[in-house]
Structure formats: structure tokens, C-alpha cells
């Protein structure tokens, strides 16, 4: 008998389409059981989320509108990680240019986007966050910098559905002990 959980045998891989570090392929696969089924893919990069928090512990979020949802959401700041850089470094990188913040930078954990992307993601927090800048976003992102008190972020944020990256904002708030 077959293993419920058995790996899968990939016969062919297509791209079909590509565009600002994502792609979407069409993966065939082989069963365990045997049959052939054809399955869609997101490809994507390493990215990671950091979960920032000033010293008197308000939350500084990106609120951006996001095309997926078709709506304006609350993001933590982060980014894909670009080739050759450190995780934490690509986190510290896009707290500053998204918000104009610094903070110490540490890790909370990777997870896996979803079951079918090939995204790694990496969670962190940053304590002891403070402006020291004016942020610089990317040509396609239009930031409007929030900052909100711990548990008014988690009851009216995190816990209503108002966010991305909310696995990120999860394993954060279970590193410091803030659940």
C-alpha cells in the first residue's frame, strides 16, 4: 500500500507567466497512486516581514492598497531579499525605505507562504524602532506609514483580518512573549 504522504515524481515544468520576481508554472506530477494530475505553482522569491515596535510599544505597519484582496491593508514592512543578502539584513532594509524607522533586528522564524508557492518567508521583530528618516518606497508602492498601540494593533488589526503577513506578526508576537 501507498503511503498517504508519499513525495510526488514531477514529469514537466512550464512557466506561463513571469513578472516582478513571481511566476505562475504548471507543474505535472506523477501520484503516488499513479495518476498524472496537473498542478498551478507560484514561484517567488525569499521575502521577509518584520514586525517593529517602537519603545513605548506601538506598532509601526505599512497600509497600502494591495491588488490580490482589492483593498487598502495594513502590511508589515519587509520585502523580497535580494541575491547575496542576509534575511535580517533585507528586513532592516525595507523597515527603512517603506517607514523611515530603524530598530534592533532579530529573528522569529521562517514559514512556508502557502502549499502551493515555493515562497520561504522570514519572520522577524525589531525593538527600540525610531524614525530617523524620511521613507523612500519603490515606484509602485504608495505608503501611508501607521503606527498603533500593541494591543489596539492586535485586536483591530491582526485579529480581524485588516493585514498581510499575518503568520509573520504571529511568530513575532510569540518570540517576545506579547500574545
Given amino acids: 500500500m501507498t503511503h498517504p504522504a508519499a513525495s510526488w515524481r514531477e514529469i514537466e515544468r512550464t512557466t506561463m ?23 498551478y505553482l507560484k514561484r517567488e522569491r525569499p521575502a521577509g ?3 517593529a515596535l517602537t519603545p513605548d510599544q506601538h506598532v509601526i505597519l505599512a497600509r497600502q492598497y494591495r491588488p490580490g484582496p482589492d483593498r487598502v491593508l495594513y502590511e508589515l514592512p519587509g520585502g523580497f531579499i535580494e541575491p547575496g543578502e542576509e534575511a535580517a539584513e533585507a528586513v532592516a532594509r ?3 525605505e517603506e517607514t523611515g524607522y530603524q530598530g534592533e533586528v532579530h529573528a522569529a522564524g521562517p514559514y512556508w507562504h502557502d502549499a502551493y508557492s515555493t515562497a520561504l518567508r522570514f519572520a522577524f521583530y525589531a525593538t527600540g524602532c525610531a524614525k530617523v528618516t524620511e521613507p523612500t518606497p519603490e515606484r509602485t508602492e ?10 489596539e494593533f492586535r485586536s483591530t488589526v491582526l485579529r480581524r483580518g485588516q493585514m498581510t503577513d499575518t503568520a509573520a506578526a504571529y511568530l513575532a508576537l510569540d518570540r517576545l512573549g506579547l500574545l
Fill in 17 to 39: 507567466f513571469s513578472k516582478f520576481g513571481r511566476s505562475v508554472e504548471r507543474v505535472d506530477f506523477e501520484l503516488p497512486d499513479g495518476r498524472k494530475e496537473e498542478f
Fill in 49 to 51: 516581514a518584520v514586525l
Fill in 94 to 96: 525595507e523597515l527603512l
Fill in 142 to 151: 504608495f505608503i501611508d506609514v501607521v503606527t498603533l498601540p500593541l494591543p
